[in-house]
C-alpha cells in the first residue's frame, strides 16, 4: 500500500544511521525531514508538523523521553504517533519511554522491513 506524502520527522543523532531510516522510507513515498538534535527535532515539529516522529532516546542536548512529553504536552499536534528508537543496551526501561507518550518503540539495529512495519502500523496504514 503506497503510503502517498505522510510527512515523518527523524530526530537522530547518528548520521550514518539517519541517513539509513531516511533513505527506506523515503524509498517508500514518504517524506522526511531530519533532525540531529533534540532542540532542531522540536523546532522541525512545529515547523514541519510530521504525521509521525522517530524519536532516538539519547540525544547530544536532550533526553528523548523528555521530548516526547514535550510534544504530548505543547503540540502543535499532541497525537502524533511517536515511536522511540533505543539501542538492546539502553538503561532506559521501554517502559518509561511509552509511559512519556511514545506510541511504540524500535530496538536497535532493525532490519527496514520491521521499521516500516511499525511506521505502516502507527499511521493506520496497514500492509
Known amino acids: 500500500m503506497a503510503p502517498g506524502k505522510k510527512k515523518i520527522l527523524i530526530v537522530e543523532d547518528e548520521p550514518d544511521f539517519r541517513t539509513l531510516i531516511r533513505d527506506v522510507l523515503e524509498d ?4 522526511v525531514s531530519e533532525a540531529a538534535n533534540g532542540a532542531q527535532g522540536l523546532s522541525l515539529y512545529s515547523s514541519f508538523q510530521p504525521d509521525l516522529v522517530l524519536l532516538d532516546i539519547r540525544l547530544p542536548d536532550m533526553d528523548g523521553i523528555d521530548i516526547c512529553r514535550k510534544i504530548r504536552s505543547d ?12 539501542v538492546n543496551t539502553e538503561l532506559t526501561p521501554i517502559n ?3 509511559n512519556s507518550g511514545a506510541t511504540d518503540y524500535i530496538l536497535k539495529p532493525f532490519e527496514p522491513e520491521d521499521l516500516l512495519a511499525r511506521v505502516r502500523d502507527a499511521l493506520g496504514l496497514g500492509d
Not at 28 to 31: L, Q, S, Y
Not at 75 to 86: A, E, L, S
Open 96 to 98: 518509561t519511554g511509552l
Open 28 to 31: 517508500k513515498g514518504f517524506e
Open 75 to 86: 503540540g502543535p499536534r499532541r497525537d502524533t504517533p511517536v515511536i522511540m528508537c533505543t
